[in-house]
C-alpha cells in the first residue's frame, strides 16, 4: 500500500515521508530475507510463490522511479532486497510486462486517481485500451506540474 499511496500523492512536501515509510518496509523485507536466506538468490532455493507476489508489485513500482525519481540506496540495509528484487524481475516468468507500459498505463495514479478514475479536466483513463500503450508518447514525469491532456498523452485524435 505504501508505494501506491506515494505515487497517488499529490502533495510534494509529503514526498519524503511517502519515501521513508516505503524504506522502512524494504529494510524489514531485507532483514526477512537475511533471516531465511542470506545468501540465497530467491526467499528459499527456486523462485516460488513469494516471487509470484512480489515481482509485479516491484514491477508496478516502477512508476515510482519514474514520477518520483525513487531508488533504493545503495547502502547494506537494502542489499539483499535489491538482489532478490532483481532475481525476481529477470526471472523468465516475470517478462510479460514492460516499464514502459507500467509507466504509460499508470499515469492517472500519478496524478491520484486510481483504478480508472478520470483526471479532472480529462475524458480518457490511461488505462484505456485504446490507442495501444505502445502507441502513445511517454507521460511528463512531472506529475507535481501541470497535469497532462488526453491528447497530449495520446489518448484521443
Request: a negative charge; charged letters at 25%; glycine letters at 8%.
Amino acid at each position: 500500500m505504501a508505494g501506491y499511496l506515494f505515487v497517488m500523492n499529490q502533495d510534494r512536501d509529503r514526498r519524503d515521508a511517502c519515501a521513508d515509510k516505503l524504506l522502512s518496509i524494504y529494510r524489514d523485507i531485507n532483514d526477512f530475507l537475511l533471516e531465511h536466506n542470506p545468501d540465497g538468490r530467491y526467499l528459499f532455493d527456486d523462485f516460488g510463490l513469494a516471487e509470484a507476489v512480489f515481482a509485479p508489485m516491484f514491477m508496478r513500482f516502477w512508476f515510482l522511479e519514474y514520477y518520483e525519481g525513487f531508488q533504493l540506496p545503495d547502502t547494506p540495509e537494502y542489499h539483499r532486497v535489491r538482489a532478490w528484487m532483481q532475481a525476481c524481475l529477470s526471472h523468465e516468468a516475470t517478462g510479460q510486462v514492460t516499464r514502459e507500459e507500467i509507466v504509460k498505463l499508470y499515469y492517472d495514479y500519478a496524478l491520484g486517481a486510481g483504478n480508472g478514475a478520470l483526471v479532472e479536466g480529462r475524458s480518457v483513463s490511461s488505462f484505456t485500451f485504446t490507442p495501444h500503450w505502445r502507441d502513445r508518447p511517454w507521460p511528463p514525469r512531472d506529475k507535481y506540474g501541470d497535469n497532462a491532456s488526453d491528447e497530449a498523452l495520446g489518448l484521443v485524435a
